[in-house]
C-alpha cells in the first residue's frame, strides 16, 4: 500500500530516533568541551580551596592530607606545587616540581595578558596556556594562599579534547547500532499496531460490497477492538436495513403495477376457473348419477365410479388451492418477504426430501457439492419454485433418467437450474409454457396430476421478486432456471 501506516509509523520513529543520536554528537562536539572544561576549573578551585584550608591548619605536609590531595589531583589530572616565595624551597609538589616552579614564577614576576584570563580575583588567577617545547595546552591557576605561600595547579587540555573525541566516536558506534535495532523493532510494532487496522479496513471492504459475513475477531480491550465491534454492530444494522429497504422496494414496484392488472387478473381468473373446471365437475356429475341409477349393481365397478368421483374431486382441491395461491401473487395481496438466506441449503434440503420419490422412480440426482451461497429473495417462495421446476423433472425425465441440478454464481447473481434428459419441449410451446393451465403433453399431465399452473407461479414468484426465469432445450433434455441477487 503506498500511503501505509506501517510505512509512516516506521520512517516517523527511525527519523526521530537518528535525528536525536545526530542531534546528541551536535551537541557534545560543540558543548562537550566547554562542559568539560568548566568542570575542570571547578576541579581546580575545589584544590585550591583544600589546599588553603590545608596550609592554614599546618598540616599541608601530613600524610593523611597528602592522600586526600593526591586523590582529588589523579581524580582531574592536576599538578600541584606549593612554594615559599622568598627562600623559593618547594613546600608541596606532586610531578615536575622544578618545571612548574618556573611556570610559577613566570606568571608571578613577569605577568600575563590579562584579557585573556579565565578566572582573575585577588586570591589567583586562571588561564589557559601552551607549552612552547611539547605544543600542550594547559589550564593553570595561580596566586598566594592566606599563610602567604605562592601555589600554582597545572593540568593538560589534550585530555578533555580525547575524552570529547572518544565520547563522539562511542556515540556514533552506539547510535548506528541502535537506529538498526530500533527499525527492526518499529517495523515489528508497527505490524503489530497495524495489523487489526489492516483487518478493519479488510471488513469495511467486504461489507462496502454488502458481504455481512465478514466479522471482527479481536477479544482485545483497545479502541481498534471498539471500532470492531462497532462495524460489527453497523454491518448486523445495515443488513437489517438492506433487507427491509429490499422488501419495501418490491413492494412499491409491485403497487405500481397493481392497479392495471387487478381487474383484468379478475377476469381472467373467473374464467379460468370456469373452464378448468368443467370438465371434473361433468365427470363427478356423469359417475354420480350412474352411481345413483345403478348402472353397475356390482361392488367392483361402485368402486372404480367411487375412486373416479374422489380422484377427481382431489384434482379440483388441489386446483382451487393453487388457484388462490396464484392469485394471491398476482393481485400482490401477499407481501414478498425479501430476506438473505442460503440458497444452497434450501436445495439439498428439498432434495432430501423428495428422496423416497426419486428411488421410486429410478432417478439419478447429480449436484455438486457446492458450499453456502448466500442470496436476496422470499426463501418460502423461492423453495416453491424450485419445487416446481424439481417435481416437473421426476415427472418427465426419460432415457438415462438423469436429473442435473447446479448453482452457478454470474455477475452479481446466482443462477439456479434443473435439468433432466428426455424429450425436449416443442418449440411452438416454449412460449407459452408460462400460461396458466397450458399443458404441453396434456395426457401425460393429467396421469401423474398436474393442472399446468405451476409453472405459471414460477412466473407470477419470480416477477413479484423482480428475478429472471426460463427454459432451454437440449437434444437430450430440458434445463428451467431462475436468477436471484447475491448476498
Known amino acids: 500500500m503506498k500511503y501505509s501506516m506501517k510505512r509512516q509509523f516506521a520512517f516517523i520513529f527511525i527519523t526521530l530516533i537518528t535525528g536525536t543520536i545526530l542531534l546528541c554528537l551536535l551537541l557534545n562536539t560543540t558543548l562537550l568541551g566547554t562542559y568539560y572544561l568548566n568542570k575542570k576549573q571547578n576541579a581546580l578551585v575545589s584544590a585550591y580551596y583544600s589546599i588553603n584550608e590545608a596550609s592554614k591548619a599546618g598540616d599541608i605536609t601530613s600524610e593523611e592530607y597528602d592522600i586526600e590531595l593526591r586523590k582529588i589531583c589523579e581524580k582531574y589530572n592536576i599538578q600541584v606545587l606549593v612554594a615559599d616565595g622568598e627562600s623559593e624551597a618547594v613546600k608541596y609538589s606532586m610531578n615536575d616540581p622544578q618545571n612548574v616552579l618556573w611556570k610559577l614564577f613566570d606568571h608571578i614576576f613577569i605577568g600575563v595578558d590579562e584579557e585573556n584570563l579565565l578566572l582573575n580575583t585577588s586570591k589567583y588567577k586562571m588561564q589557559v596556556v601552551r607549552d ?21 595547579l597545572r593540568s593538560a587540555l589534550e585530555g578533555i579534547r580525547e575524552s570529547v573525541s572518544i565520547s563522539n566516536r562511542f556515540l556514533a558506534y552506539v547510535g548506528a547500532i541502535a537506529v538498526l535495532v530500533s527499525m527492526f523493532l518499529i517495523i515489528w510494532l508497527s505490524n ?174 447429480r449436484m455438486e457439492d457446492y458450499g453456502p451461497i ?49 424429450d425436449p419441449i416443442p418449440l411452438d410451446s416454449i412460449e407459452h409454457l408460462w400460461e396458466k393451465f397450458y399443458k404441453v403433453d396434456k395426457a401425460r399431465t393429467r396421469e401423474y396430476g398436474g393442472s399446468g399452473i405451476g409453472l405459471s407461479i414460477v412466473k407470477a414468484i419470480m416477477e413479484s421478486m423482480n428475478q429472471k426465469y426460463g427454459v432451454v432445450n437440449y437434444d437430450n433434455g430440458v434445463e428451467f432456471w431462475f436468477r436471484l441477487d447475491a448476498a
Open 132 to 152: 612552547y617545547k611539547t605544543q600542550t595546552e594547559y589550564i593553570e591557576m595561580w596566586g598566594l594562599l592566606d599563610n602567604g605561600y605562592f601555589f600554582m
Open 192 to 365: 503489530r499496531v497495524t495489523k487489526p487496522i489492516l483487518e478493519l479496513a479488510k471488513i469495511s471492504e467486504r461489507v462496502k460490497h454488502l458481504d455481512f459475513e465478514a466479522k471482527y475477531m479481536g477479544d482485545d480491550k483497545t479502541e481498534i477492538a471498539v471500532l470492531g465491534h462497532n462495524i460489527n454492530e453497523m454491518s448486523a444494522a445495515l443488513e437489517t436495513t438492506i433487507s427491509e429497504l429490499k422488501t419495501a422496494n418490491n413492494e412499491l414496484l409491485k403497487d405500481i403495477e397493481r392497479k392495471d392488472k387487478l381487474d383484468e387478473m379478475r377476469r381472467e381468473f373467473l374464467s379460468n376457473v370456469s373452464h378448468e373446471l368443467k370438465t371434473p365437475i361433468a365427470l363427478i356429475q356423469g359417475y354420480a348419477e350412474g352411481l345413483k341409477e345403478g348402472i353397475n349393481d356390482d361392488a367392483e365397478s361402485r368402486e372404480y365410479y367411487c375412486d373416479v368421483i374422489m380422484d377427481e374431486a382431489s384434482r379440483m382441491n388441489a386446483m382451487v388451492k393453487n388457484l388462490l395461491t396464484l392469485n394471491q401473487l398476482e393481485d400482490g395481496s401477499e407481501i414478498v418477504n425479501m430476506e438473505r438466506f442460503d440458497v444452497t441449503a434450501l436445495v439439498k434440503n428439498y432434495i432430501a426430501s423428495a428422496d423416497i420419490l426419486i428411488r421410486q422412480k429410478g432417478l439419478s440426482v
Open 374 to 422: 448466500y442470496v436476496w429473495g422470499d426463501e418460502f417462495r423461492v423453495e416453491e419454485v424450485f419445487m416446481n421446476y424439481f417435481t416437473n423433472a421426476i415427472n418427465y425425465a426419460k432415457n438415462d433418467k438423469i436429473i442435473d441440478v447446479r448453482i452457478v454464481k454470474e455477475d452479481g447473481g446466482v443462477r439456479v437450474s434443473v435439468f433432466n434428459t428426455g
